[in-house]
């Protein structure tokens, strides 16, 4: 089992749609979580930390379960520009620094 | 504020060929990482260093990769006899603090290809 799994893509979907991404992670100990935003043949930069009780920027919204060790992203009126790789990010072991990232989702906004 | 710098942006080589990247990190940042991104796939920490010390290396594949970081800033990473299997993009991030929940600051990448 992988230790960060996240949904196959891609997604695609029109302008104004609302999109969700889900996560799951397999190390309960884990203690930190992160969405990162990688645009094609670019680095990833982070987009949001996600926290036990939630959070939202803006149009982005994470949620995290800790019980079900599962992550989302929900982007809501989505924009030509959210177009990217959205990246599930764990931070394992408490170790620090050491992040764990997930394959990816694609998402892709069309007009 | 400057990113983190990385060099070369694109290699490519041959097959048992050795290669090096370099990385220079965000002043100040302590703590610094090589990873491996395979297309299609996520990030992959190869090592981590804190200051001029090693803090975690073991996805790093020692029987060919190395990597230094001797005065606690810039760090090289290098491939020697690299393989197919190395084609990737060669990620360099540096952070602040070594510390959990901390942001991470990527460098542009270099983009290997072994034909």
């Known amino acids: 089992r992988k230790e960060v799994e996240q949904d196959p893509g891609p997604f695609n979907v029109p302008e104004g749609a609302t999109v969700a991404f889900n996560c799951t992670y397999s190390?309960?100990?884990?203690?930190?979580f992160f969405w990162y935003r990688q645009d094609c043949r670019k680095e990833p930069k982070l987009l949001m930390s996600?926290?036990?009780s939630g959070n939202e920027d803006g149009r982005f919204t994470a949620q995290l379960n800790r019980a079900s060790q599962y992550i989302s992203l929900l982007i809501r009126d989505s924009k030509l520009s959210d177009s990217a790789t959205y990246l599930c990010?764990?931070?394992?072991?408490?170790?620090?620094?050491?992040?764990?990232f997930g394959q990816g989702t694609e998402l892709s906004v069309k007009p | 504020e400057a990113g983190v710098a990385q060099s070369p942006r694109y290699k490519i080589i041959e097959k048992r060929q050795s290669v090096a990247f370099w990385c220079n990190p965000i002043s100040g940042h302590a703590t610094l990482y090589w990873y491996q991104q395979i297309l299609g796939q996520g990030p992959k920490l190869l090592i981590q260093?804190?200051?001029?010390?090693?803090?975690?290396d073991s996805q790093l594949p020692k029987d060919r990769f190395s990597a230094e970081r001797l005065k606690g800033v810039d760090s090289t990473l290098k491939i020697q006899p690299a393989k197919l299997e190395d084609s990737a993009v060669y990620l360099c991030?540096?952070?602040?603090?070594?510390?959990?929940?901390?942001?991470?600051?990527f460098g542009p990448g270099t983009r290997l290809t072994v034909t």
């Open positions: 996600v926290y036990s």
């Open positions: 190390n309960s100990a884990s203690q930190s």
């Open positions: 990010v764990v931070n394992k072991d408490n170790q620090g620094g050491k992040l764990i």
């Open positions: 260093f804190q200051n001029n010390g090693v803090v975690d």
């Open positions: 991030a540096s952070s602040l603090f070594l510390d959990r929940g901390h942001e991470q600051y």
